[in-house]
Structures are given as structure tokens and as C-alpha cells.
């Protein structure tokens, strides 16, 4: 149990669908990330937000949209996904400082049919 | 080719066996991670290194900064020890908290 958790574990869906993940930390830290992990390739950062406010947005498709409502909470909002988005997402968290440690959720594994 | 290239890709060893897996980068960083990642997708921060050497239980941690090298050693290995192995180093050049990884080290451990 790292005290970063996810919502929903499984999640299939269809290309036309919307849908939601939700990442909860317990830590007390102040930045929180999503990554995507596909079969075989490394970890891919696409957001991150630092004390609420977005600081990084790495080239994401603009059909994942990410909010941060307060230093707990991370969403990322899907819509109109292609089967080329089905990956492990991950979330995590750290305290901004020197060289942070980030700790990671166990993973929402996302199927786009 | 990625920042980040650690090998072996794949090892597969009998239990008790020591067990070494490597990580080289190309650019200089002000700290670099070994996370473990279980089936099932959680990831667990095992050591974070600027210098030197870190030991936690069986596992330990080497780098050699001028080398850009980093090593995790296993002892005594157990097939609890079977994970994914990831490299990741924060960069000297870039801002805030980004990592970039490695492809992963798929350890199994034979009973």
C-alpha cells in the first residue's frame, strides 16, 4: 500500500463512450502525475500538476483531459479513445523539493474496444 | 535511442542466485530511481541515488556518476524477488519533477 489509490482498476470501453479515472493520495504531497504504460514500451509521462496548477502536459491528444480540483485528487477525463490508447494508467505523487520521490497507484488497465 | 537503456531486457535465474541488472543514461542527472513493478501494474520505489552505494535487505544500489552507470544487485534471490525492474533518472537539464524510465528488466526467479 503506497497511499495513492485508483479508481477504477478495469475499465473497458468504446470508442465512443466517456469515461473517467480517479487518482486519491494520502501522503500530504503536493504534485501529482499521470503516466501511460503500453506493452513493451517505457513509462510515458503526460501530466503533471504542481499545487493544483498544471506544469507539464507532454504532447497529450487532446481526447485525455486531465483535472486537478485540489493536492488530493487527480482525474483524467477519456472520450472518443482509439483501441491505440489501451495501456496501464498510472498515477502518482511526490513533495516537490530536491530530488522527490514519486509514489505510484496500482494502475487503472484501460481496454478501448 | 533512449536516454535511458537498461539490459538485460530479460533474466531468468534459480533461486539463490545473485543477480545483477544494469542501467546506463546519457545525459547528467541529479538522481536516479529503481522501481519495481509487480504483476498486476504497481510500482514501488526500491532506492533513489545521487552517489555511491544504497543497501535495503537483500537488494543493492551502485552508481558511478562519471561512468553514468547505475547497478541493482539482488542476493540470495527469492521467486517473490519476480518483477519488472525500471530504471528512471531525473535529468540535470530539465525542470521540475520529470523522470524519464527505461524499457524494464523482467526478472524471474525459479524456484
Known amino acids: 500500500e503506497t497511499g495513492v489509490t485508483q479508481t477504477p482498476r478495469h475499465l473497458v470501453m468504446g470508442m465512443t463512450n466517456k469515461k473517467s479515472l480517479k487518482c486519491e493520495q494520502h501522503l500530504g504531497h503536493n504534485a501529482m502525475y499521470w503516466y501511460k504504460q503500453s506493452a513493451k514500451k517505457p513509462l510515458e509521462l503526460m501530466f503533471v500538476y504542481n499545487f493544483k496548477e498544471q506544469t507539464e502536459n507532454n504532447s497529450v491528444p487532446s481526447r485525455f483531459s486531465p483535472e486537478c480540483p485540489n493536492s488530493s485528487h487527480l482525474f483524467l477525463h477519456l472520450h472518443t479513445l482509439q483501441p491505440e490508447d489501451s495501456a496501464l494508467y498510472l498515477c502518482?505523487?511526490?513533495?516537490?523539493?530536491?530530488?522527490?520521490?514519486?509514489?505510484f497507484g496500482p494502475g487503472t488497465r484501460l481496454l478501448v474496444l | 535511442k533512449n536516454e535511458v537503456e537498461q539490459s538485460p531486457q530479460n533474466l531468468t535465474a534459480q533461486e539463490g542466485e545473485f543477480i545483477t541488472i544494469n542501467c546506463s543514461y546519457s545525459?547528467?542527472?541529479?538522481?536516479l530511481h529503481w522501481l519495481q513493478q509487480h504483476p498486476g501494474g504497481g510500482i514501488v520505489s526500491l532506492f533513489m541515488?545521487?552517489?555511491g552505494k544504497k543497501k535495503h535487505g537483500r537488494l543493492i544500489a551502485t552508481i558511478n556518476i562519471q561512468e553514468k552507470h547505475s547497478s541493482l544487485h539482488i542476493t540470495a534471490s527469492h521467486p517473490r524477488d519476480s518483477a519488472v525492474y525500471i530504471c528512471?533518472?531525473?535529468?540535470?537539464?530539465?525542470?521540475?519533477?520529470?523522470?524519464?524510465f527505461g524499457e524494464g528488466t523482467q526478472l524471474t526467479v525459479n524456484p
Open positions: 502518482a505523487s511526490s513533495q516537490v523539493g530536491h530530488q522527490e520521490t514519486q509514489y
Open positions: 545525459v547528467g542527472i541529479s538522481a
Open positions: 528512471a533518472v531525473r535529468s540535470e537539464e530539465t525542470s521540475g519533477s520529470r523522470l524519464t
Open positions: 541515488l545521487s552517489s
